[in-house]
């Protein structure tokens, strides 16, 4: 059974900065990408960033230059780091990763960014 445990969440100023983290419970080395995506409420979930096992980044065009993802494979960890944070960047984060040989998504429990003076 694979398991995602986000953390690092939590209440910040517009402009402060955060850093996820998504721990799988099996090597991450299974996994074809990882990335990380948000929901706020009233939204529907939105891709905020993919990090795939060949080291390609896809990021959304709203945090480009702010956020950035990055895995850690002895740890078995993702991060995200998230710079210049602005109010609309208030959401549930939720980490992702898809298994290289069957496909199959795996998601986190969330973890909750709110940014907010």
């Known amino acids: 059974q694979v398991q995602l445990v986000e953390s690092g969440g939590g209440l910040v100023q517009p402009g402060g900065s955060l850093r996820l983290s998504c721990v799988a419970s099996v090597s991450i080395f299974n996994f074809y990408s990882m990335g990380w995506y948000r929901q706020a409420r009233g939204k529907q979930r939105e891709l905020v960033a993919t990090l795939t096992s060949g080291g390609n980044t896809n990021y959304a065009d709203s945090v480009k230059g702010r956020f950035t993802i990055s895995r850690d494979n002895a740890n078995n960890t993702a991060y995200l780091q998230m710079n210049s944070l602005k109010p609309e960047d208030t959401a549930v984060y939720y980490c992702?990763?898809?298994?290289?040989?069957?496909?199959?998504?795996?998601w986190g429990q969330g973890t909750q960014v709110t940014v907010s003076s």
């Open positions: 992702n990763a898809i298994m290289l040989l069957t496909s199959i998504n795996y």
